[in-house]
Structure formats: C-alpha cells, structure tokens
C-alpha cells in the first residue's frame, strides 16, 4: 500500500521567519509525482508545489521550495519569509501509477505575527 | 473562468436516508475525483472518472456509495441508507490531463459537509 506519513500534526512560525514541514512516504510505484497542497481555515485546496519523482532537482516557486530525498522518500516543504496568509493545512500527496492519489494527515501551520 | 463547484455545500441527512451529492468541474477538464475528508485528516480517494469512464472505484467504503457522471461533465455522488459514519467532507476535485489526472494539479471544490445524525 502507499503512505504517505506527516509526524508534525501543528508547527507555528514567526512572521518573516523560515519553516520546514516533513513528509515521508513509500510507494512501490517506479513513476509518481509529489505535490504539497495547501487548505487555509474555510478555503478551497490549492496547489502549493509539484515535484517530478525522476528529477533530481528541487522544485521552487517563489517563497517555496522541496528538499527531495528521492532514496530516502523524503519530501520536505521549505516556507521562506513566512507570511499571515501562509496559515493553513498543508497536506503532503504522493500521486501516480496503480495506487492513485494518497494524501498526508496534514500539519496545521500558525503564523506569529 | 470558473473554479470546481459542489452543492450543497451542507447536508444534514437522518440516518437512513439517501443523499445525492453534486461537482460541476473546470469545464474541459478531463479528470474528476471524489475524496472523503474526516474531521482533523486528510482527504481520502474514493473513485475517479476519466470523462464518464469510472476508471477507480476502489476507494468506495461500501456499496452504499455510487458515484456517476454520465456525461463526461457534471458528476454525482450519491450515498444509500446513510450511516452517521458517512459523516464527513465530501470534496471533489478536477483535472485537465488526459493522462488520468494523477501528475498533474488538481483544482479543488469548496466541498460538501455531510452531517448525518
């Protein structure tokens, strides 16, 4: 079976200050992709980032960035110069191949203003 | 144009009673996907279709669930003898990759709150 294992349920973070939430995971699939996902208090989920399993750079977009440790099926979100609106649920999900689409259990983030 | 649409967006049902839960997804998008998301977890697969075709089934609890979307469009997910169980938030999601929807973004509904007492 595919899982997918976030061990912080809540991390907060001060305002400007620099936060990483942890994701491992197992698949038997040669072929997947990995997404954090980002579900703010009474809002629709929304894409945060998407890393390609078969490459071996990390994928960045804007204040965010992936620390991928493909042996060792680690999946790591960076928030850099955090902000209030950053405060969510974010959900780490691995996706592809016969076992579909598996999501984390989820680490609430607080931003300290 | 438009984001992922779900209604209602709250259902109290009695236990026992039928509900019909709706998506309307990103007109053109291929791929749809129903999860259930229990209070405090993330969002578990039920099914997904690849435009009417029900390609995954396998995430549906139990018989009592049936999902369609004759259409290729608009779909349903429609709960039998609702259990207080079922409770939870249904979301639906959709997807432009005609590769199934599994690598690329998937774009998200508000979801459904389904209360069954």
């Known amino acids: 079976a595919q899982t997918v294992t976030q061990s912080q349920p809540e991390m907060s973070v001060q305002e400007a200050e620099t936060v990483t939430l942890s994701c491992t995971y197992d698949t038997s699939e040669s072929d997947y992709y990995l997404f954090w996902y980002k579900q703010p208090p009474s809002r629709q989920m929304i894409l945060v980032i998407r890393q390609e399993a078969y490459k071996q750079q990390n994928a960045t977009e804007n204040r965010f960035s992936v620390n991928f440790q493909k042996a060792a099926k680690s999946f790591s979100l960076k928030i850099s110069d955090s902000q209030l609106g950053d405060a969510a649920m974010y959900f780490c999900v691995v996706s592809g191949g016969y076992q579909k689409v598996t999501f984390g259990t989820g680490t609430k983030l607080q931003v300290i203003p | 144009g438009a984001g992922v649409s779900q209604s209602p967006r709250y259902k109290v049902a009695k236990r026992g009673q039928d509900v019909a839960l709706r998506c309307d997804p990103i007109?053109?998008?291929?791929?749809l996907f129903w999860y259930q998301q229990a209070l405090g977890q993330g969002p578990e697969f039920l099914t997904y279709f690849q435009n009417e075709a029900q390609l995954d089934k396998s995430g549906l609890p139990s018989d009592r669930f049936f999902a369609e979307r004759p259409e290729g469009s608009v779909s349903t997910l429609k709960i039998q003898r609702t259990q207080q169980e079922d409770s939870a938030v249904y979301l639906c999601?959709?997807?432009?990759?005609?590769?199934?929807?599994?690598?690329?973004?998937?774009?998200f509904g508000p979801g459904t709150r389904l209360t069954v007492l």
């Open positions: 007109s053109g998008h291929v791929s």
């Open positions: 999601a959709s997807s432009i990759d005609l590769s199934g929807g599994l690598y690329n973004e998937q774009f």
